[in-house]
């Protein structure tokens, strides 16, 4: 017998909404994994915001890979990121996402988003870590916002080789110039020559600038993880690599991500003509965007990025921390890191690269 006087299924019924249920995601479970990825493929997430990201963090870094899953009625409707950073020096934090320049909840209503982060002090909570920092700025009203430290740079790339010379500002190409005049070599690849060259070159430029290296493990992980969609573009001088950087590509855009130059690399302004080689590659590739990635505001890469005619797009992230608790401080540039700085621009460059990793996985 029929209870709704003959409209079964008609407009007139009454609609149930189904409540939204969060749990914690098992990345391990190649299935779970695989129906997170097409959600963040369907919803034009990030590069960051893919378990493929967080789980390479885990492999290169040892902070585990997290994240939190909603769903209603068995449907995935939301996903938020998180990777658990734990350090002795830093302190202990979820991020979304780990090593990333960006992270956040993904969900297809703006409620559900709120709720994950909500989810997200509820696990922090139950991990014992001190809070939860969001490379995004979506989150609850009373989560801090951290805006004006951060700006990324992006912009379409030109339709071919001469098109995007002249489509970076005069002073910046006059150094791409110099650079293409140069005797210089320029290869591509993933194998083991390309990532022994980039650790090189990059261990070496960032000790330059007083800041402890990632380790090698992060790099090989992330390659591993993205196979054709990560790449490393090396300039050798003399069969010297004198700059190098590992590019990522998603959905139309080449991204130089961890990048560097040897002392060598200015006088040869190898760098420069690095950056406009992998503009024509990833053209050729197939993409149709250049993402010069996140600079601390006024910082030399900044610079550099303005220099090259990219607008600074300013970032916004948020926090959360737990109420005896401190937000932590990894800002390079904060004054009380001045002196750690300092020391190790003075370090021998293996010993630098032999105690660099262990304080790095910490950076997150």
């Not at 959600?39 to 893919?50: C, D, K, L, M, Y």
């Not at 963090?57 to 068995?74: D, M, Q």
């Not at 734990?86 to 409620?111: D, K, W, Y």
């Amino acid at each position: 017998m029929r209870r709704d006087g003959g409209q079964a299924g008609g407009v007139n019924a009454p609609v149930i909404l189904s409540s939204p249920t969060i749990r914690l995601a098992d990345l391990r479970e190649p299935d779970e994994a695989t129906r997170i990825e097409r959600f963040v493929a369907e919803q034009g997430g990030s590069i960051f915001q893919r378990p493929a990201w967080l789980t390479a963090v885990e492999r290169g870094t040892g902070n585990r890979a997290r994240g939190l899953v909603l769903e209603r009625g068995g449907a995935l409707a939301g996903w938020l990121p998180l990777s658990e950073v734990r350090s002795p020096i830093f302190g202990q934090v979820l991020v979304s996402s780990g090593f990333g320049i960006g992270g956040g909840a993904l969900a297809v209503r703006s409620e559900d988003g709120i709720r994950l982060c909500r989810a997200a002090e509820e696990l922090a909570g139950r991990l014992g870590v001190d809070g939860v920092e969001l490379r995004d700025p979506v989150a609850p009203e009373n989560w801090a916002l951290v805006e004006g430290r951060h700006a990324n740079f992006a912009a379409d790339l030109a339709p071919d080789d001469e098109a995007q010379l002249l489509a970076i500002p005069r002073k910046a190409r006059a150094e791409v110039r110099k650079g293409l005049a140069a005797d210089l070599e320029i290869t591509t690849g993933q194998d083991e020559t390309e990532r022994a060259a980039h650790y090189a070159v990059y261990a070496k430029s960032v000790r330059n600038l007083g800041t402890p290296v990632f380790p090698r493990s992060l790099f090989d992980a992330m390659m591993d993880a993205f196979g054709e969609d990560a790449e490393i573009m090396t300039v050798r001088h003399e069969g010297v690599p004198v700059s190098s950087v590992l590019s990522f590509y998603h959905r139309g855009t080449v991204m130089p991500y961890w990048g560097g130059g040897t002392t060598a690399a200015r006088g040869l302004h190898s760098t420069e003509r690095m950056y406009y080689a992998l503009m024509c590659h990833a053209r050729a590739r197939g993409c149709t965007r250049f993402d010069f990635g996140r600079s601390k505001t006024g910082s030399g890469p900044y610079r550099f990025k303005k220099n090259w005619g990219f607008a600074a797009e300013p970032l916004t992230y948020r926090h959360w921390t737990a109420l005896d608790r401190p937000a932590r401080n990894i800002d390079p540039s904060d004054e009380g890191h001045s002196r750690a700085i300092d020391l190790w621009k003075r370090l021998p460059l293996g010993l630098a690269n032999r105690i660099g990793p262990a304080i790095a996985r910490g950076l997150g």
